[in-house]
């Protein structure tokens, strides 16, 4: 036999099994551009959004924001920034300080001080509620279409006919056409890349017949847990005014209690004024055929020169998603047999652009991300690894990178907080604003699973090139992490070990602080990032930390009853046991998100999956449930239970036209299902240390045809 004509065929057979890296190209754009998104109708839920990750814009049908109010309780037409954010006065003088409670869970003497909910007295319940409200996240503003009927009524949403609309995603490009009154209207919507800026163009003859304006109104914050973008009550409130204009531009001012922030617009030909308080209108010339307008958003009056209308924005627009898109990893699943091929695919192409818009700042996001607050807009930063993981595994560390600035900046209130509860090192603030100020909770105080994630991102930079400048730069945030850890640990002398808790909520919201102990997953989390803190010592040419050795060493084991691995060790009665089949089953992170701990029994763990996967309340789970379920799955080598965990009919696994993961009415929108989900699928694609196969994740029984390229491997 010729043995070159068998390589030959040794290697084709290889090129076209099932989850092979076949050795082509892939052609992203066409994989990009069959996932564009198309609206054909009304859908309160099929809003579409553009920016560039500091600053987002979401637009309805015509390409604007048009008719908010219909959108209100679908995925809301935000404009917001990183940089918005804005305070209510506080009249009553509250202080920080009276919403501090202290505890000593572990009767060792202790006054730590966390700053929780407090309903009594009522002083302290008010500071506690200004305090979680304030600072806020801003809407910036509503920038629409005023649209006429030709008898003169301004025209409702419904009176939109024979709507066509699509976002390309290959050039961040919403094209949007619509009939009124059987005149065509077509706008084109892009985001500028270096500034919070948008331009757009219309063409229609409704121009020459006077029958479209372009208005941009102020809301005021709602200073409730949404704030959807439509809230015109209490004029009185703020100050809103024109602070400049010439024959082509305009200055607006929009004063409120806490901040002054400014918008500039140019526009082609035409008058602009304001109409009514808060609201102000472009009147295009009537001689013209097509108009253009852009409008910039800044907290100070320097606006950037004039960079151009809408051809600059979307030049802009197009090179930096050209760049994107060509950059890092890419998976195209072109040719699979199995269904649910190309919709995971479409979830994986849509979850990219949604993120790059919405979390490619200097902070981590939050969990609705620049569309409409939830939290009063505020980032939790035990989600920050569901938003920024994958960015390093997709290889594109950048962006993740930048994320982390944050962490800088509220270091030092990370290391007063620790303080303040009498442990040495950097505690992590879990619900803040961009400058890590802490915010009341009876929850968020006591988690803890938060605390490792930085050592988790750090460390996947420095794997991506092992520079030792990564080590330099993030040095000194992880070790003041990871001498917090173990700090924390509490050392039981009857048992000869250390403990995580009591004062402990562990990521499965549903026990209480003053009753937990040893949560798994955050044992196992614990044990990794302690450990991974120790290498980093060891890179650094430093010496191990004796007490860091300790705590790994004595660390509690990871409780189990009836070969499965519980939630808690505290959960053991029938009552806490029921009660653990509910709310986010972290339980399975301890081999999901972390990597296999000397601690963890895979035996057990797959005991615990087909537990939890038989018998938890899947109705009551997070978009984030389904991947990290996922990801356990692969690494106990079941890839066909972890493309199922992908594919659970549960509502919050709902990924709609636009991606985003919908959760209820409450969350329309949920950020951290679309970076899961692109977690998920780099872990099952290239694997993690030690996984041998390649494309682990998914099954080798032909039904996947895979090409792939650029991806990272977990840890």
């Known amino acids: 036999m010729d043995l070159r004509w068998l390589c030959g065929l040794l290697m084709m057979c290889s090129a076209f099994s099932s989850g092979a ?4 190209n892939i052609n992203r754009k066409a994989v990009v551009q069959r996932h564009n998104v198309e609206n054909t109708g009304l ?12 600053f987002a814009y979401t637009a309805d049908v015509t390409g604007m924001q048009s008719f908010p109010e219909y959108y209100r309780n679908g995925v809301s037409l935000g404009t917001q920034s990183e940089w918005g954010w804005n305070r209510f006065p506080n009249k009553e003088k509250y202080a920080f300080a009276e919403t501090l409670t202290a505890y000593d869970f572990n009767n060792e003497g ?44 301004r025209a409702a949403i419904q009176d939109l006919k024979q709507i066509r609309q699509q976002l390309d995603l290959w050039t961040g490009i919403i094209t949007s056409e619509f009939t009124v009154d059987g005149d065509v209207v077509k706008v084109f919507t892009a985001a500028f890349q270096r500034s919070d800026k948008i331009g757009v163009r219309i063409i229609s003859p409704l121009i020459r017949q006077k029958r479209v304006k372009v208005f941009i109104r102020y809301p005021y914050p709602t200073g409730t847990f949404l704030d959807d973008a439509v809230n015109y009550q209490d004029p009185q409130q703020h100050r809103s005014a024109i602070v400049s204009q010439t024959g082509r531009s305009a200055v ?47 907290a100070n009056d320097h606006f950037l020169p004039d960079q151009g209308f809408y051809a600059a924005a979307a030049a802009e627009s197009t090179k930096e998603w050209l760049r994107f898109w060509k950059s890092g990893a890419a998976v195209d699943f072109d040719g699979s047999t199995d269904p649910r091929a190309f919709e995971l695919e479409r979830r994986i192409v849509l979850s990219q652009y949604l993120t790059k818009v919405q979390c490619g700042g200097s902070s981590p996001p939050q969990e609705t991300g620049l569309t409409f607050n939830s939290w009063y807009g505020k980032p939790h930063t035990e989600m920050h690894w569901w938003h920024g993981v994958h960015y390093a595994l997709w290889g594109r560390p950048a962006i993740l990178e930048k994320q982390l600035d944050y962490y ?20 992590w603030i879990k619900m803040s604003d961009n400058s890590g100020n802490e915010s009341p909770s009876s929850v968020a105080a006591f988690l803890i699973w938060e605390q490792p994630h ?13 520079d030792k400048k990564v080590l330099d730069k993030y040095k000194e945030l992880v070790f003041a992490t990871a001498e917090f850890m173990a700090d924390f640990a509490f050392y039981d002398k009857e048992q000869d070990r250390y403990n995580l808790g009591k004062g402990v909520i562990p990521a499965q919201e549903v026990f209480k602080a003053a009753e937990t102990m040893n949560p798994t997953y955050e044992l196992a989390y614990w044990d990794w990032a302690l450990r991974t803190a120790q290498q980093w010592k060891e890179r650094l040419g430093e010496p191990r930390v004796s007490k860091w050795d300790d705590v790994i060493h004595k660390l509690a084991p990871l409780p189990v009853q009836g070969n499965v691995y519980l939630a ?75 493309l199922d965990a992908l594919f659970m009919n549960i509502r919050t696994n709902t990924y709609l036209k636009n991606g985003h993961n919908y959760q209820d009415n409450r969350l329309r929108i949920y950020l951290p299902g679309n970076g899961g989900i692109l977690t998920a699928v780099a872990m099952m694609l290239e694997g993690w240390d030690g996984s041998g196969t390649d494309a682990p994740g998914f099954p080798h029984d032909g039904t996947w045809k895979i090409k792939k390229e650029g991806f990272k491997k977990m840890p």
């Open 21 to 24: 890296q076949q050795p082509v």
């Open 43 to 54: 859908d309160s839920l099929g809003a579409l959004t553009v920016g560039n990750g500091a």
């Open 110 to 153: 202790r006054h730590a001080l966390y700053s929780v909910q407090q309903k009594e007295p009522a002083r302290n319940n008010g500071a506690s509620e200004y305090f979680r409200v304030n600072p806020h996240r801003l809407q910036l503003g509503n920038i629409g279409l005023e649209l006429y009927l030709k008898n003169g009524r």
């Open 252 to 298: 607006l001012d929009h004063q409120l209690s806490g901040t002054t922030y400014f918008t500039c617009l140019n526009y082609s030909q035409g008058r602009f004024h304001e109409a009514a308080k808060h609201y102000f209108v472009y009147e295009p010339s009537p001689g013209l055929e097509q108009f253009d307008v852009t409008v910039a958003f800044a």
């Open 408 to 427: 800088f900046r509220s270091y030092e209130k990370a290391r007063l907080l620790a303080r303040r509860q009498g442990y040495k090192g950097a505690r």
């Open 454 to 466: 930085l050592i988790y991102m750090a460390e996947l930079l420095y794997r991506n090139g092992k």
């Open 568 to 642: 808690t060790e505290s959960a053991t009665d029938s009552y806490t046991f029921a009660k653990w089949m509910t709310d986010h089953p972290s339980v399975l992170g301890a081999l999901g998100m972390v990597p296999g701990s000397p601690k963890l029994d895979p035996e057990i763990m797959k005991n615990t999956l087909d537990t939890v996967w038989a018998k938890w309340s899947w109705k009551d789970t997070w978009g984030w449930d389904f991947p990290m379920t996922a990801m356990t799955a692969a690494r106990l080598r079941l890839p066909g239970k972890a």
